[in-house]
């Protein structure tokens, strides 16, 4: 039996960033695409004023993008949490810091009724992850039934949403800025360079999202179901040497690339310099991803293990002043799915 | 008819080198662990005294290594010239290019007698090159004859030649330091990360190397025969915008991974960020390779473009006091590889 249908705000303001990490070039150049084409419409005169939602394209880390490198001081996408958006900032203060308190203002403040109703962070890996909508709620419908169309609509790449279970203050990326937030994360990418598929894979993604957003804004009727979510248990690092803290082994050849695989005690799991298997020692199945991730070498993570698990979205609707309950609203999704 | 044998002096000194570009891992990483074999063979105090070879093992750019970047100043790659090892040191100068010089009194004084016997110098791509032998030289006869020797050992994996056609003097990388010296470059594997199996491509390729120099040394005659050798004649930048410099397109998805595919005039070349496929318009048919290779980004370069021909290899054998022509040597490699 269908859930119950909820009605929610209109999303009037979108926003879809990249850049965030200045290395991971398909969302630096969807957004310069989407800010040239938005050009090109303002020189040829067309009309956007019927248009329900207002989208701003922006490239939240400038300076990591100029110089091709994931952050120049520390990593932008860490800065989000309230304690840092609200520390004091000085002349020493490095400069993703002071760059997420302008991001603050500008698609925020994080938490406040002023704050943007949705933000779109791109984003790419190294891991064999295809399309992922990675957000910190598995309650919230707008960002799950964004999945769900995602899903239905890009038959020719996996697509998963992957759940953060940590609390908005604690929420550390930008998409927490919004009202309604995600990351775009798409891969396998190597960081500087851009593959024409995963640049297409977000492009599209894009689209599909905003396609969403404005049906939904139209009154769009968009029906429940079940979705797996993948909730985030923990990670594991690579061996490493006491001494040097260099590694001593990489992702064992059987395991490379198969994220979202389950991993079951004593699979392999990485393979040492010379030639030895190490196995999973945990106590129990979980589904691996982010294996092999380049920037979170640093961050002492080899892969992230998660659990597996279904959600019931319900239908929704946009809340308008109009609406009675009950209301079909203006075309079914139902229908269009079928 | 096979060609006349040729005598060569031994191979007594050979550099395994790695981290020349710091954030190319596997290199790094076999380098450290043939460093961790030799000190454990020395702790165990195992004899070492009647190796035929001599080998130094050397991470090229510490600095860079330790950041996990391709360079830190400038690309030292590009700094062993004749004129950058001899241009001027003053506290202003480059890292790399002052580590140029201190690799060039090291392993050279390049092109002298001092110079050690060969260089061998590893490095990843992100292009999908399989594993590639690259030399200035096509009548190199060590090179040519390693190169075979790697093809015809490594079974599962395309190994191929490529051939750089400048001469000594304008020669630029590490490997020009030795009498003879060639790049292992082995992809696709993304920089800053390591894969287990380019890992062990890198690792029994240097291995196969050093066993075929000890062959060698100890007399053994290998066999000459037909090489296929692709010489690099020219490379495509991507498209520009004309203001920013920024790039318009990515590699078409048709040409990605397709490195040594022969690309005929017309063929898909590049696909714009706004879905429009741009042709090759070469006046001639040519082999691609180094097709969206992360580092030459900022030197212009979206792919390679070669020129295919063989090359008819002689037998060769170590010269030595006591060798009589027409000497067969103390084993013939032909009987072991039919």
């Known amino acids: ?35 040239k084409e938005k050009q090109q419409r303002v020189d040829d005169d067309e009309e956007e004023d019927e248009d329900v939602v207002s989208v701003s394209n922006i490239l939240t880390n400038p300076r990591a993008v100029q110089q091709c490198r994931r952050y120049t001081e520390t990593d932008l996408n860490r800065c989000f949490t309230r304690a840092t958006l609200s520390s004091a900032v000085s002349d020493r203060t490095p400069y993703e810091i002071a760059r997420s308190q302008e991001l603050n203002i500008l698609l925020g403040p994080k938490g406040s009724p002023q704050a943007v109703d949705l933000v779109c962070d791109l984003h790419n ?50 998409d927490s800025l919004g009202k309604h937030g995600f990351a775009l994360e798409i891969g396998p990418q190597p960081h500087g360079v851009v593959r024409s598929n995963v640049y297409t894979y977000m492009k599209t993604g894009v689209e599909l999202m905003l396609d969403w957003v404005r049906l939904f804004n139209s009154g769009t009727v968009f029906a429940g179901g079940l979705v797996e979510v993948y909730t985030m248990v923990s990670a594991i690092d690579y061996p490493r040497e006491r001494q040097t803290h260099n590694i001593m082994a990489a992702i064992h050849p059987e395991l490379q690339d198969q994220d979202f695989c389950l991993l079951r005690p004593n699979d392999p799991l990485f393979e040492t310099f010379s030639g030895a298997t190490l196995r999973y020692q945990g106590p129990e199945p979980l589904y691996a991803f982010f294996i092999n991730e380049c920037a979170y070498y640093e961050k002492g993570i080899a892969l992230s293990l998660a659990r597996r698990r279904s959600v019931e979205v319900p239908p929704v609707q946009m809340k308008s002043g109009l609406e009675h309950p009950g209301d079909p609203g203006t075309s079914e999704e139902e229908e269009e799915e079928d």
Request: glycine share 6%.
């Open 125 to 174: 890996t190294t891991a064999n992850m295809g399309v992922c909508v990675i957000a910190y709620s598995d309650t919230d419908w707008i960002c799950l039934h964004i999945f769900k169309y995602l899903q239905h609509h890009m038959s020719d790449v996996p697509v998963r949403y992957i759940h953060f279970d940590l609390p908005c203050r604690e929420a550390y990326s930008l």
């Open 1 to 35: 039996m269908e859930r119950e249908r909820v009605y929610l705000p209109a999303l009037s303001r979108v926003a879809v960033c990249g850049g965030t990490h200045g290395n991971e070039l398909s969302g630096v150049h969807v957004v310069r695409e989407r800010l």
